[in-house]
């Protein structure tokens, strides 16, 4: 199933290759088209690790087997016969062709035997003296003993059978069999695993690893994995570039020596996050701890999620990574989900969602606070008031609710009616918030007409002290209209409440300053009139029904 | 100040002229107080600053409109750095001067820009140029504050000092002094913390370098009392080849950038 998974990603690696093939064809900028390039082999050489790492580590088969996939590694990946071979067989006389050679042993190297019997028997056909010799040759090839293909022979009898056959192949060639036609010889050799005829080959075999996988083939066909430790590298460059490094140490078994090479040589995190994902999931890293990771597999699935955090809409996919990270991940996401530009209200909100749904209060309260910050400032009272409330900031509330109060004293109405109406029960998150709300439905009920309840809540919001006392004023005033009204409204009772009000209220205030404001002593004279001649016609009311 | 438009590019949207000196820095205050500035200058002052939301037209003009708050001038001397406290404490921020001055204010009503306290005054004895605030949130750190110098003068005094706000004697103590540093210190910066027990501190001198200080238990006698580190250097570079000016962390404090007057940015792993 991990194999499959690992499939997957090469796959993925390869349509990016594709498309960026694509791009790099289609494009006629030679800046852009050599970036482009550029990225094509960077994806080649993420693929062609990749699919090692595969084959040594997630696959990693048995002795047989795995030789049989680093084979088919080396024809993928690494010589492209392809069209050399094409050359070779559509020409007429292929055998005569001055690649055949080439191709014959090229397929040789890779181990297609079948390939090379074929086109060796074009060049048995065009070459009639050399029939015994290709006969020879083509029934030692027929008979190498290939490990793994379904045979059911155990490790022992496969080496007894192949000595056999390597010895068989040493016979014909000190017989001199083969002296007259050099190629063969030197087909014979390399059946042989002879180095220096393997060597001979090298415009062919092109790559290092290429070499060490021929060789294994021909000199250690049962090779245990851990015998691929034991061989010499041969390196013909002096300095070796970091793919060489890389593939070095997995040939090596040196997983670690992998991922490091690969994090220092590759820009971007992605490749060794998910490589490394996949190994820890094959358990097959040990644990170190690394104090700033918790382990490897962490440290850089944190690096890579840290990286798309950057980008406006990848930052969605940072926050599952990060959800995977046990140790660090929800520390990693705090910081970074604070981060994230809030240019609109969606982005806001999403933001939100993922907040809550980890229970980051902390975060919620801080993104509420700064788009409720954000709103007040563009004096956008009613968006700051319900940002203040989802983040359940009762001090910003009650600022927020001062300020609607205010507003509604200077101009006499109200802005965001919608929201103070419907706020429920998170009205009771600040005492100012909750009159707002209260007052609002007093104007509400007065706007009905259903003036006896308006009446009882408004003597409520004063005598309950949910109103405070710099707003009295303003409700006493409100009153006024309830005073006037044809029919009696405030019981005898309310009116000496009311009374009582206006009397504490003017109580404090200094002779001073009752004089120095006009208006005000006009309202409150204007009230005490209206006081008295509601309490003069409701007692006579009260006083006829009881007596009737 | 520039502002960056939907489509990424950069815009200068307000541009003004204020201090009677070269201004040294400049710094945000975190976002939940409103778009918050503070600058200080070579004329011994340090200001905040607010964006006003002007008229729409301004808005489509694309320029934005900033208020000066308030002016601390306290200091006698050239204010060399500020910095906002991290904001769990509040909004508070700290300047240090020439002459060795730190100074800590505070707003108490978070919506009144207006009114600052100055509430410590701490003396370093050294000519400060840089001050951090340790970001760490926890409750088991105390308010810590490093300060650093440029001071030429012989003495080989430690050029970065380490303070420690005290709960019982509530006052800054100098806790800590990097004997280590002693050459001219131009910016500190201590990282963010992730759950780390010790602290990681940057240092822009003549080279970059980062330390480790590792709380020891504090004396059993006084609880409260101030805590001791055990500092360590981690790292040392000298890439720049010469004096390097700032050093910056990331948000993580897995990345720390450098700059030199080899006019190079370096980001360090």
């Given at each position: 199933?991990?194999?499959?998974?690992?499939?997957?990603y090469?796959?993925?690696i390869r349509?990016?290759?594709e498309?960026?093939?694509q791009?790099?064809?289609?494009?006629?900028?030679?800046?852009?088209?050599?970036?482009?390039?550029?990225?094509?082999?960077?994806?080649s050489?993420?693929?062609?690790?990749?699919n090692?790492?595969?084959?040594?580590?997630?696959?990693?088969?048995?002795a047989?087997p795995?030789?049989l996939?680093?084979?088919?590694?080396?024809?993928?990946?690494?010589?492209d016969?392809?069209?050399?071979?094409?050359?070779?067989?559509?020409?007429?006389?292929?055998?005569?062709?001055?690649?055949?050679?080439?191709?014959?042993?090229?397929?040789?190297l890779?181990?297609?035997?079948?390939e090379a019997?074929?086109?060796?028997?074009?060049?048995?056909s065009?070459?009639?003296?050399?029939?015994?010799m290709?006969?020879?040759?083509?029934?030692?090839?027929?008979k190498?003993?290939?490990?793994?293909l379904?045979?059911?022979?155990?490790?022992t009898?496969?080496?007894?059978?192949?000595?056999?056959?390597h010895?068989?192949?040493?016979?014909?060639?000190?017989?001199?069999?083969?002296?007259?036609?050099?190629?063969?010889?030197?087909?014979?050799k390399?059946?042989?695993?002879?180095?220096?005829?393997?060597?001979?080959?090298?415009?062919?075999?092109?790559?290092?690893?290429?070499?060490l996988?021929?060789?294994?083939?021909?000199?250690?066909?049962?090779?245990?994995?851990?015998?691929l430790?034991?061989?010499?590298f041969?390196?013909?460059?002096?300095?070796?570039?970091?793919?060489?490094?890389?593939?070095?140490?997995?040939?090596?078994f040196?997983?670690?020596?992998?991922?490091?090479?690969?994090?220092?040589?590759?820009?971007?995190?992605?490749?060794?996050?998910h490589l490394?994902?996949?190994?820890?999931?094959?358990?097959l890293l040990?644990?170190h701890?690394?104090?700033?990771?918790?382990?490897?597999?962490?440290?850089?699935?944190?690096?890579?999620?840290?990286g798309?955090?950057?980008?406006?809409?990848?930052w969605?996919?940072?926050?599952d990574?990060?959800?995977?990270?046990p140790?660090?991940?929800r520390?990693?996401?705090?910081?970074?989900?604070?981060?994230i530009p809030?240019?609109?209200?969606?982005?806001?909100?999403?933001?939100?969602?993922?907040?809550?749904?980890?229970?980051?209060?902390?975060?919620?309260?801080?993104?509420?606070?700064?788009?409720?910050?954000?709103?007040?400032?563009?004096?956008?009272?009613?968006?700051?008031?319900?940002?203040?409330?989802?983040?359940k900031?009762?001090?910003?509330a009650?600022?927020?609710?001062?300020?609607?109060?205010?507003?509604?004293?200077?101009?006499?109405?109200?802005?965001?009616?919608?929201?103070?109406?419907?706020?429920?029960?998170?009205?009771?998150?600040?005492?100012?918030?909750?009159?707002?709300g209260?007052?609002?439905?007093?104007?509400?009920?007065y706007?009905?007409?259903?003036?006896s309840e308006?009446?009882?809540?408004?003597?409520?919001?004063?005598t309950?002290?949910?109103?405070?006392?710099?707003f009295?004023?303003?409700?006493?005033?409100d009153?006024?209209?309830?005073?006037?009204?044809?029919?009696?409204?405030?019981?005898?009772?309310?009116t000496?409440?009311?009374?009582?009000?206006l009397?504490?209220?003017?109580?404090?205030?200094?002779?001073?300053?009752?004089?120095?404001?006009d208006?005000?002593?006009?309202?409150?004279?204007?009230?005490?009139?209206?006081?008295?001649?509601?309490?003069?016609?409701?007692?006579?009311?009260?006083?006829?029904?009881e007596?009737? | 100040?520039?502002?960056?438009?939907?489509n990424?590019?950069?815009?200068?949207?307000?541009?003004?002229?204020?201090?009677?000196g070269?201004?040294?820095?400049?710094?945000?205050?975190?976002?939940?107080?409103?778009?918050?500035?503070?600058s200080?200058?070579?004329?011994?002052?340090?200001?905040?600053?607010?964006e006003?939301?002007?008229?729409?037209?301004?808005k489509?003009?694309?320029?934005?409109?900033?208020?000066?708050?308030?002016?601390?001038?306290?200091?006698?001397?050239?204010?060399?750095?500020v910095k906002?406290?991290?904001?769990?404490?509040?909004l508070?921020?700290a300047?240090?001067?020439?002459?060795?001055?730190?100074?800590?204010y505070?707003?108490?009503?978070?919506?009144?820009?207006?009114?600052?306290?100055?509430?410590h005054e701490?003396?370093?004895?050294?000519?400060?140029?840089?001050?951090?605030?340790?970001?760490?949130s926890s409750?088991?750190?105390?308010?810590?504050?490093?300060?650093?110098?440029?001071?030429?003068?012989?003495?080989?005094l430690?050029?970065?000092q380490?303070?420690?706000?005290?709960?019982?004697?509530?006052?800054?103590?100098?806790a800590?002094?990097?004997?280590?540093?002693?050459d001219?210190?131009?910016?500190?910066?201590?990282?963010?913390?992730?759950?780390?027990?010790?602290?990681?501190?940057?240092?822009?001198?003549?080279?970059?370098?980062?330390?480790?200080?590792?709380?020891?238990?504090?004396?059993?006698?006084?609880?409260?009392?101030?805590?001791?580190?055990?500092?360590?250097?981690?790292?040392?570079?000298?890439?720049?080849?010469s004096?390097?000016?700032?050093v910056?962390?990331?948000i993580?404090?897995?990345?720390?950038?450098?700059?030199?007057?080899?006019?190079?940015?370096?980001?360090w792993?």
């Amino acid at each position: 199933r991990l194999l499959q998974v690992s499939k997957n990603y090469r796959s993925v690696i390869r349509a990016c290759m594709e498309d960026m093939h694509q791009a790099a064809t289609s494009t006629r900028d030679p800046a852009l088209h050599s970036q482009y390039s550029t990225q094509v082999s960077i994806l080649s050489a993420m693929e062609l690790i990749w699919n090692l790492c595969e084959i040594l580590f997630v696959e990693a088969a048995g002795a047989g087997p795995l030789l049989l996939r680093l084979l088919d590694w080396v024809r993928l990946h690494v010589c492209d016969v392809d069209s050399m071979v094409r050359e070779v067989m559509s020409s007429e006389n292929p055998a005569k062709h001055e690649l055949f050679w080439n191709v014959v042993d090229i397929f040789v190297l890779q181990g297609r035997m079948d390939e090379a019997r074929h086109l060796l028997s074009k060049e048995a056909s065009a070459n009639p003296t050399s029939v015994n010799m290709y006969k020879i040759l083509d029934d030692l090839m027929k008979k190498m003993p290939v490990p793994g293909l379904g045979n059911t022979q155990t490790l022992t009898e496969m080496e007894l059978k192949w000595q056999h056959w390597h010895e068989e192949c040493q016979r014909y060639l000190q017989d001199g069999t083969f002296a007259s036609n050099s190629h063969m010889e030197s087909i014979c050799k390399i059946l042989l695993g002879d180095d220096d005829a393997i060597l001979e080959k090298k415009e062919l075999i092109t790559t290092w690893y290429h070499f060490l996988v021929t060789r294994l083939l021909y000199s250690h066909p049962t090779v245990k994995p851990m015998e691929l430790r034991m061989d010499l590298f041969l390196g013909r460059e002096s300095s070796p570039e970091s793919l060489d490094t890389i593939l070095m140490a997995a040939f090596e078994f040196e997983m670690h020596q992998v991922i490091k090479e690969c994090s220092i040589a590759l820009s971007n995190w992605w490749f060794v996050a998910h490589l490394t994902d996949l190994l820890d999931h094959c358990k097959l890293l040990q644990s170190h701890n690394l104090y700033f990771g918790s382990n490897m597999r962490e440290f850089l699935l944190l690096e890579y999620a840290s990286g798309l955090f950057s980008h406006h809409s990848l930052w969605q996919l940072g926050v599952d990574y990060f959800d995977h990270c046990p140790e660090y991940g929800r520390v990693y996401l705090e910081l970074h989900i604070e981060r994230i530009p809030l240019n609109t209200e969606q982005k806001a909100l999403k933001v939100l969602r993922i907040c809550e749904q980890r229970q980051m209060h902390e975060q919620v309260r801080s993104i509420c606070k700064i788009m409720a910050m954000k709103a007040l400032r563009n004096n956008r009272l009613g968006s700051a008031l319900s940002w203040s409330i989802r983040a359940k900031d009762a001090a910003f509330a009650t600022l927020i609710s001062d300020r609607f109060l205010k507003d509604y004293s200077e101009r006499g109405c109200f802005s965001d009616l919608d929201l103070i109406d419907n706020l429920g029960p998170s009205m009771l998150l600040s005492d100012r918030l909750t009159f707002l709300g209260k007052y609002r439905e007093f104007h509400r009920l007065y706007g009905e007409k259903r003036f006896s309840e308006a009446a009882k809540l408004l003597l409520l919001l004063m005598t309950a002290h949910i109103a405070p006392c710099s707003f009295w004023m303003t409700l006493l005033t409100d009153a006024l209209p309830l005073l006037e009204q044809k029919e009696v409204i405030f019981s005898a009772e309310q009116t000496y409440e009311l009374m009582r009000c206006l009397e504490d209220l003017t109580a404090g205030k200094s002779d001073k300053q009752k004089f120095q404001d006009d208006v005000e002593t006009m309202k409150v004279e204007m009230l005490r009139l209206a006081l008295a001649r509601n309490l003069a016609r409701v007692i006579v009311k009260e006083g006829t029904l009881e007596g009737s | 100040v520039w502002d960056k438009s939907e489509n990424g590019d950069w815009h200068c949207t307000a541009s003004w002229k204020t201090h009677s000196g070269s201004v040294w820095r400049v710094t945000w205050a975190h976002p939940e107080f409103g778009q918050v500035l503070a600058s200080c200058s070579f004329d011994r002052t340090a200001a905040v600053w607010e964006e006003i939301v002007g008229e729409s037209n301004d808005k489509l003009r694309g320029q934005s409109h900033w208020v000066k708050r308030t002016t601390l001038v306290d200091s006698r001397t050239s204010v060399t750095d500020v910095k906002f406290a991290p904001k769990h404490m509040g909004l508070m921020l700290a300047t240090c001067s020439a002459d060795g001055v730190v100074r800590i204010y505070e707003a108490p009503d978070v919506m009144n820009l207006s009114q600052w306290s100055l509430q410590h005054e701490i003396s370093c004895k050294l000519s400060c140029s840089c001050i951090s605030w340790n970001p760490s949130s926890s409750r088991a750190h105390s308010p810590m504050i490093a300060v650093g110098s440029d001071d030429n003068s012989p003495n080989i005094l430690a050029k970065v000092q380490i303070y420690e706000y005290n709960e019982n004697t509530r006052k800054y103590a100098k806790a800590e002094a990097l004997m280590t540093v002693t050459d001219p210190v131009h910016d500190i910066a201590f990282a963010p913390n992730l759950g780390r027990s010790f602290h990681i501190l940057a240092v822009a001198t003549k080279d970059v370098r980062i330390f480790t200080l590792k709380p020891v238990r504090k004396e059993l006698s006084s609880s409260g009392g101030l805590t001791k580190f055990e500092i360590h250097i981690v790292a040392q570079f000298d890439n720049h080849n010469s004096q390097v000016w700032r050093v910056s962390w990331n948000i993580t404090g897995t990345v720390l950038a450098s700059s030199g007057d080899d006019g190079c940015v370096r980001l360090w792993k």
